[in-house]
């Protein structure tokens, strides 16, 4: 009889196994195809305005003579330096961001005076602009990439303190309720059940943040010109200067690419943490 | 002290003596449970039975250790395993993972974990089923998932708070008896609750009817009926027939009040 019951539920669960599967091809290919429209309507808007002779060719290049430039520039030594640099930042910057807002996350969590304190200052500061921060850090730390590091981390480091802490908050209880009854008590509870559960929200508080670090890099890059590093955004503030339009829009589509390549990269994370999860729905 | 308990207790695994929990609510006190009292026997099944509201799952949260009783005492003999209407399984582990855990939490070795807890969801009929995640199985699953996961807490008393009502009947009724078997192979004490007095009468050897607002202690059934039962036996339908008059009797009483 028991046996039976198995029977049925296999048949249930191999019912949902059997539902005729888009195939991978397909899958990329349909979350591929509006991307790729966008990026055509994009270009042919920027053509048209281009081409209907709004500016100059000499302030606002079309499309073709900037990808042409941007061939040109990607193997000149400068070029790939700068992006060096500005990846360097970014990845260091981003890093001790996570160190620190993951900190302040499960302290806050965990401590209820914490929380009671700065649980608020946590989410105001998240609405601060973190380049508005960079006079004060210049006058702090001088004009040197300590001062960038500060407007960043600052930038994405309450995004992901706030990430952590909204997991954390929103775990069901009836979750902590069994790993209770289990035995899991203080450190083992927070191990077993609320951070692997907070971890989906973690991962969005990880994906916005980087996004407030790229944006306070980038910021702190342009305003202030720190020493002989020929970063990115150095770079799009000299062609400025000599009114190079070609150069700078060839950076800023090496700014948009940097910035939509991670940022994918956390979708792709988001996506598998949510499957894994069981928070998509049905797969389909 | 608590050896003259201990001695007196003997035999008891289970233990409430003039529980009262209340919990403030818009300055005034709300009553859960008033003055309840029940014993359950090492190795016993006794259902308790009530309306939504009768503090059934207070009861169960107080012997669990989750709650504070306000007044009088409640005791468990050994440890607690607890299961609710969700399987609340950890959804980011597969079925052996989440029985894993449970075997973890007790202290045994990570060696044993992985075989042990194949054992017990063999036990449950889920053989084949171990590297499933909890969104990739179906409700009556979960929940032999989640007795899996009570027995590898190694519990001397299973606390079960309506674990098969959101169950379809069939599912259900495979479920009573899977739980009679592992109860009768376990030698566990269970207390199980719900509102429903036919799968009451079916699993328990005696039945608790519970008052609503706040909730008590009422009457208390006990039940012959050899084993295996049936949900479709005529005098388990008289039996539970009896019971939910007691109920509806009951129920009326606290709307009247």
């Not at chain 1, 300590?146 to 209880?173: E, K, M, N, R, Y």
């Not at chain 2, 299961?83 to 980011?92: G, K, R, S, T, V």
């Amino acid at each position: 009889m028991a046996e039976m019951a198995v029977e049925l539920d296999r048949v249930e669960v191999d019912d949902l196994e059997q539902r005729p599967r888009v195939s991978r091809r397909l899958r990329v290919w349909s979350s591929l195809w509006p991307k790729l429209v966008a990026i055509a309507l994009a270009l042919g808007l920027w053509q048209v305005v281009v081409s209907v002779g709004w500016q100059p060719d000499y302030v606002l290049p079309g499309p073709g003579a900037v990808f042409k430039r941007l061939a040109q520039d990607l193997g000149t030594a400068n070029f790939d330096l700068g992006v060096a640099v500005t990846l360097r930042r970014a990845l260091f910057g981003y890093a001790i961001a996570v160190a620190i807002g993951s900190l302040i996350g499960i302290l806050v969590a965990r401590v209820l005076v914490l929380r009671k304190a700065i649980g608020a200052a946590i989410l105001g500061l998240q609405s601060m602009p973190s380049i508005a921060w960079f006079p004060l850090a210049i006058l702090l730390f001088g004009l040197n990439e300590t001062a960038i590091f500060f407007v960043v981390i600052l930038g994405a480091a309450p995004a992901i303190a706030g990430g952590l802490l909204s997991g954390v908050d929103h775990v069901q209880p009836l979750l902590i309720r069994v790993g209770r009854v289990m035995g899991a008590r203080g450190l083992g509870l927070y191990r077993h059940v609320i951070l692997p559960a907070a971890l989906p929200s973690f991962v969005s508080g990880l994906k916005q943040g980087w996004a407030f670090a790229w944006r306070s890099l980038m910021a702190g890059e342009i305003i202030g010109i720190v020493g002989h590093q020929f970063s990115i955004g150095q770079q799009i503030q000299f062609a400025r200067d000599f009114a190079d339009s070609e150069q700078l829009l060839a950076i800023m589509v090496v700014i948009f690419v940097i910035g939509i390549a991670v940022d994918s990269v956390f979708g792709v994370l988001d996506t598998a943490i949510r499957r894994r999860w069981g928070l998509l729905g049905s797969e389909a | 002290m608590s050896k003259v308990l201990e001695l007196s207790d003997k035999g008891h695994s289970v233990s409430v003596e003039a529980l009262t929990v209340a919990y403030p609510h818009d300055d005034r006190l709300l009553i859960a449970l008033q003055g309840v009292a029940l014993e359950v026997q090492r190795g016993e099944l006794v259902c308790v039975v009530g309306a939504s509201g009768s503090g059934k799952s207070t009861l169960l949260n107080v012997l669990a250790g989750l709650e504070r009783p306000t007044r009088g005492r409640a005791h468990v003999h050994g440890h607690v395993a607890l299961m609710f209407q969700e399987a609340a399984l950890l959804p980011w582990l597969t079925a052996a993972g989440n029985v894993e855990l449970a075997l973890e939490l007790r202290g045994v070795k990570r060696s044993e974990r992985k075989q042990i807890a194949y054992e017990l969801l063999h036990r449950v009929h889920l053989e084949g089923f171990e590297g499933r995640r909890p969104h990739e199985l179906s409700g009556g699953m979960r929940q032999r998932v989640a007795l899996a996961r009570a027995l590898a807490q190694d519990a001397d008393v299973l606390l079960m708070d309506e674990p098969f009502a959101a169950l379809d009947a069939i599912t259900r009724d495979l479920l009573h008896e899977e739980l009679v078997r592992l109860w009768q192979q376990t030698g566990l004490t269970i207390l199980f609750v719900t509102h429903n007095a036919r799968e009451a009468v079916r699993l328990g050897d005696r039945v608790l009817v519970f008052t609503s607002r706040p909730g008590r202690v009422a009457h208390e059934v006990r039940v012959d009926l050899p084993r295996p039962r049936s949900l479709d036996s005529p005098e388990l339908a008289v039996i539970a027939g009896r019971i939910t008059d007691r109920l509806k009797h009951e129920m009326g009483r606290s709307s009247d009040g």
